[in-house]
């Protein structure tokens, strides 16, 4: 009996041996190297990456976008990566490694100030009437511009989840015009905005002729020169060849003395071979120039005034214009004189 109970227990001992075995082979060893890529882009300075403390891998001082290769030891469920400006301590953003994958990325955009986990393109398409309008990024300048001349493009840096806010400011003005959320979640977002003084409007309804073979057309005018003699109408004229020649039609569009937008007009197909211009009169006028010309450089060229007005059947312009002076004392007679010029933007561009 004695021999019996030995030779259970010896059983029962070999068979917890062999069971504890079995579970310690079916447990998969974590890898402890994993190969990190690391995709970066900088605006200056050299960054730094660092595990435990020990720079692991770092970027080339000139700016621009980088990938990096690294092997990290992970010996946990996780180690952190932490990343610095060279010959700074300050921490500026931490990744984490699992130790779940051989083959991980991690991400860092640097704008100068602070590392971000991505960036976003931001579109930017804009028309400042009058002033310099800065543009910011949660209260920092990151671009400036006047009339149409505003950066194409500005990327961003952004982390997940967290919305960032465009501002527009008048530049010297602490008064902010504009506010607009940046979300994390798309590569690619827009800026379209038109500003006039008392006003900075992101959209416009873009109204469509009621003949679809029509163009409709709007304007407004501000004037630069102290000569001018408002106020004043538009004119439109049609024809062929040179614009001073266009014979004019009985299309006339009043524009208001305070800057704002014309009533729209729509205007008729010109005709085969022919083009619309418009010049700027006297209120009531055919012919006369809205600027007293007394004492100016004579003669008055007779492009003063004149502008082309181009045509897009089913479309809608929006102009904005103001004007300048070019005063030629030498040179041949075809050139010698005084010209008014207008400059004409159309805005509807920026809200389509």
């Given at each position: 009996?004695k021999?019996?109970?030995?030779?259970?227990g010896?059983?029962?001992?070999?068979?917890?041996?062999?069971?504890?075995?079995?579970?310690?082979?079916?447990?998969?060893?974590?890898?402890?190297?994993?190969?990190?890529?690391?995709?970066?882009?900088?605006?200056?300075?050299?960054?730094?990456?660092?595990?435990?403390?020990?720079?692991?891998?770092?970027?080339?001082?000139?700016?621009g976008?980088?990938?990096?290769?690294?092997?990290?030891?992970?010996?946990?469920?996780?180690?952190?990566?932490?990343?610095?400006?060279?010959?700074?301590?300050?921490?500026?953003?931490?990744?984490?490694?699992?130790?779940?994958?051989?083959?991980?990325?991690?991400?860092?955009?640097?704008?100068?100030?602070?590392?971000?986990?991505?960036?976003?393109?931001?579109?930017?398409?804009?028309?400042?009437?009058?002033?310099?309008?800065?543009?910011?990024?949660?209260g920092?300048?990151v671009?400036?511009?006047?009339?149409?001349?505003?950066?194409?493009?500005?990327?961003?840096?952004?982390n997940?989840?967290?919305?960032?806010?465009?501002?527009?400011?008048?530049?010297?003005?602490?008064?902010?015009l504009?506010?607009?959320?940046?979300?994390?979640?798309?590569?690619?977002?827009?800026?379209?905005?038109?500003?006039?003084?008392g006003?900075?409007?992101?959209?416009?309804?873009?109204?469509?002729?009621?003949?679809?073979?029509?163009?409709?057309?709007s304007?407004?005018?501000?004037s630069?020169?102290d000569i001018?003699?408002?106020?004043?109408d538009?004119?439109?004229?049609?024809?062929?060849g040179n614009?001073?020649?266009?014979?004019?039609?009985?299309?006339r569009?009043?524009?208001?003395?305070?800057?704002?937008?014309?009533?729209?007009?729509?205007?008729?197909?010109?005709?085969?071979?022919?083009?619309?211009?418009?010049?700027?009169?006297?209120?009531?006028?055919?012919?006369?120039?809205?600027?007293?010309?007394?004492?100016?450089?004579?003669?008055?060229?007779?492009?003063?005034?004149?502008?082309?007005?181009?045509?897009?059947?089913?479309?809608?312009?929006?102009?904005?214009?103001?004007?300048?002076?070019?005063?030629t004392?030498?040179?041949?007679?075809?050139?010698?004189?005084?010209?008014?010029?207008?400059?004409?933007?159309?805005?509807?561009?920026?809200?389509?």
């Amino acid at each position: 009996m004695k021999k019996i109970i030995q030779y259970a227990g010896l059983s029962l001992v070999m068979l917890l041996v062999f069971s504890c075995k079995k579970q310690e082979l079916a447990v998969a060893s974590p890898p402890e190297i994993v190969n990190v890529t690391i995709e970066m882009s900088t605006v200056k300075d050299t960054l730094e990456f660092l595990k435990d403390g020990k720079v692991i891998a770092k970027s080339p001082s000139d700016q621009g976008s980088f990938t990096l290769e690294a092997k990290v030891y992970v010996s946990g469920e996780h180690e952190k990566i932490q990343i610095r400006k060279k010959g700074a301590t300050e921490i500026l953003a931490t990744r984490y490694i699992r130790s779940n994958a051989y083959q991980q990325t991690i991400k860092c955009y640097y704008d100068g100030l602070n590392a971000y986990g991505n960036s976003v393109l931001l579109k930017i398409k804009g028309y400042a009437k009058t002033d310099v309008l800065e543009l910011l990024i949660d209260g920092t300048v990151v671009g400036s511009g006047t009339n149409k001349e505003f950066p194409a493009g500005l990327s961003i840096g952004v982390n997940d989840g967290v919305d960032r806010e465009i501002q527009i400011r008048k530049q010297g003005d602490p008064k902010v015009l504009y506010h607009k959320k940046l979300t994390s979640t798309e590569a690619v977002q827009k800026l379209n905005f038109y500003y006039e003084p008392g006003q900075l409007l992101d959209n416009i309804d873009i109204a469509l002729p009621v003949n679809m073979e029509n163009a409709l057309f709007s304007a407004s005018f501000t004037s630069t020169l102290d000569i001018f003699s408002g106020p004043a109408d538009l004119v439109v004229h049609k024809g062929k060849g040179n614009i001073t020649l266009f014979p004019p039609t009985t299309i006339r569009i009043q524009l208001p003395a305070n800057g704002a937008f014309s009533q729209s007009v729509e205007l008729p197909p010109p005709g085969a071979g022919e083009s619309y211009s418009y010049k700027l009169v006297k209120r009531g006028t055919l012919i006369d120039l809205a600027y007293n010309t007394k004492d100016e450089f004579m003669p008055m060229r007779p492009e003063s005034g004149f502008t082309t007005l181009p045509f897009v059947a089913g479309g809608c312009a929006i102009v904005v214009m103001t004007d300048s002076k070019v005063v030629t004392k030498t040179g041949p007679s075809t050139v010698k004189g005084t010209r008014i010029n207008l400059e004409a933007t159309d805005i509807a561009q920026y809200f389509k």
